[in-house]
């Protein structure tokens, strides 16, 4: 009679194939890597695409070497790397992208922009559109006055009629002088004036001080500078 044994329990993995195992990492990479590539077609904010990119390339590579114990995780780890690659390419193109959008728009801005300068400063444009921007405008008082709190201020009017076929905008600079001496600045604007539209500014004042005036035989309100936006 042959002597039976009990059956031995099984050794894990002995016969049967081996479970593969976890690789969070990889997987981590992955959602990090998709994120990335996402928020990389928005521009400017795309700045947070550089830590995203980052760790997605740290975390891929960890969980690439790491696949090939546990059999699991190769392809999500591949995927990780390369789209966050892809993420810190496509951060360079799209802000390249948008700056240059942005360039090309200030340069048509200044295309519609007509500006002069006139005195002793140089021309910026051609004497054609010198002479629209000039015509557009006239200094009609240049004083002094005495304000409420009895300081001395310069009373400047510019009277302005768009001669033009459009709606414009206007900015004059210029200079104050007494006796031929620069005691201060003045500006005037006038706003969004529609073809044939006229309007005199009466708040282009300067303040001045009273010893460089209380003398003056002859005061001159010099304009240096003039220039017209349309719409």
Same mark, same amino acid.
């Given at each position: 009679?042959?002597?039976?044994?009990?059956?031995?329990?099984?050794?894990?993995?002995?016969?049967?194939?081996?479970?593969?195992?976890?690789?969070?990492?990889?997987?981590?990479?992955?959602?990090?890597?998709?994120?990335?590539?996402?928020?990389?077609?928005?521009?400017?904010?795309?700045?947070?695409?550089?830590? $995203?990119?980052?760790?997605?390339?740290?975390? &891929?590579?960890? @969980?690439?070497?790491?696949?090939?114990?546990?059999?699991? @995780?190769?392809?999500? !780890?591949?995927? @990780?790397?390369?789209?966050?690659?892809?993420?810190?390419?496509?951060?360079?193109?799209?802000?390249?992208?948008?700056?240059?959008?942005?360039?090309?728009? !200030?340069?048509? $801005?200044?295309?519609?922009?007509?500006?002069?300068?006139? &005195?002793?400063?140089?021309?910026?444009? &051609?004497?054609?559109?010198?002479?629209?921007?000039?015509?557009?405008?006239?200094?009609?008082?240049?004083?002094?006055?005495?304000?409420?709190?009895?300081?001395?201020?310069?009373?400047?009017?510019?009277?302005?009629?768009?001669?033009?076929?459009?709606?414009?905008?206007?900015?004059?600079? !210029?200079?104050?002088?007494?006796?031929?001496?620069?005691?201060?600045?003045?500006?005037?604007?006038?706003?969004?004036?529609?073809? @044939?539209?006229?309007?005199?500014?009466?708040?282009?004042?300067? $303040?001045?001080?009273?010893?460089?005036?209380?003398?003056?035989?002859?005061?001159?309100?010099?304009?240096?500078?003039?220039?017209?936006?349309?719409?």
């Amino acid at each position: 009679m042959s002597q039976q044994y009990p059956p031995q329990p099984q050794q894990p993995g002995y016969g049967e194939p081996q479970q593969p195992g976890s690789n969070g990492l990889a997987t981590t990479a992955l959602v990090l890597g998709i994120i990335a590539v996402v928020v990389s077609f928005i521009p400017v904010l795309n700045v947070v695409v550089w830590p $995203l990119a980052i760790l997605g390339i740290i975390f &891929g590579a960890i @969980g690439l070497s790491k696949a090939g114990k546990v059999r699991k @995780g190769k392809g999500a !780890g591949i995927t @990780g790397l390369v789209t966050s690659a892809v993420a810190i390419v496509m951060f360079f193109a799209m802000n390249a992208l948008f700056f240059s959008a942005v360039d090309k728009a !200030g340069e048509e $801005l200044d295309k519609s922009y007509d500006s002069t300068t006139v &005195g002793d400063g140089k021309s910026k444009t &051609g004497g054609a559109k010198e002479s629209e921007v000039m015509k557009d405008f006239k200094v009609t008082k240049c004083d002094v006055v005495t304000g409420d709190l009895g300081i001395k201020e310069m009373a400047i009017h510019v009277d302005y009629a768009n001669h033009g076929d459009r709606r414009y905008s206007y900015v004059v600079e !210029g200079e104050v002088l007494a006796d031929g001496k620069k005691v201060n600045d003045f500006m005037s604007t006038a706003e969004n004036l529609a073809p @044939g539209q006229k309007f005199t500014d009466k708040d282009a004042g300067a $303040l001045v001080n009273a010893d460089e005036i209380k003398d003056a035989k002859r005061l001159e309100c010099k304009t240096i500078k003039a220039s017209r936006t349309d719409f």
